[in-house]
């Protein structure tokens, strides 16, 4: 017997774009149903405040659904990423002071990197260039509200941490933002809240108005936390 569905909707506070939910953090929450490390499909924009449904589907498959929409689906999946050496705790932070999106940012009020957003609201991760490399490096250190009754980070703000530092990896048209379309991702280890964090990303290649990239969380000391590979999709801006 399969497991009844779960409903849930994603709040305000969770935005990207802002009418609908941050992508990783949409994929973390339907990844709680998938034991592993999991690929999650967004087909559409998760929409804000309404009741989402996800429902079991066969082979391993769950679905999210609003109405007779399916905002995602996801199923168990490796995550084919091959993660290079991590930044120190001070490269990071160097790199961070120079994140593009500090001067131009498509969704400036985005949960995860958008610099409007509040310490203790808002993730705050802002990814910048890496000396002589094609990544982009930041540190992070996860708030209280982020975490469970021990203390520790909930995977998907761990996930949504994961998410927006590829979109950082490349370089997009005038006129053009890039948004989520699918993120796999694989937790290993126990991260803390208050934990001292460098997220690193780096670009795995472009075909037409696909963009993939890697990311990775690691603790202070280079221990891997997370890894991730994402395809992101040219939109038109003003949509």
Known sequence: MSD???TFSIAQRFHG???????GYVCG??????EGSAEVRLRVPPPLERPLVITPLPRGVVALTDGDTVVAQARPAPVDADVPAPPTVDEAETASRSFRGFDEHWFPGCFVCGPE?????GLRIFPG???DTRQVACTWTPHASLGDAGGRVRSEFLWAALDCGGAFTHDVPEGKAIVLGLLGAELTGTTLVGEALVMLAWPLGVDGRKHFAGTALFA???ELRGRARATWVAVDADR
Do not use: K, Y
């Open 129 to 131: 260039p890496l000396a």
């Open 17 to 23: 774009p802002p009418d609908s939910g941050n992508g």
């Open 29 to 34: 929450m339907v990844a709680h149903h998938i």
């Open 117 to 121: 957003r509040a310490r203790g609201d």
């Open 220 to 222: 202070a000391n280079g």
């Open 4 to 6: 009844p569905p779960t």
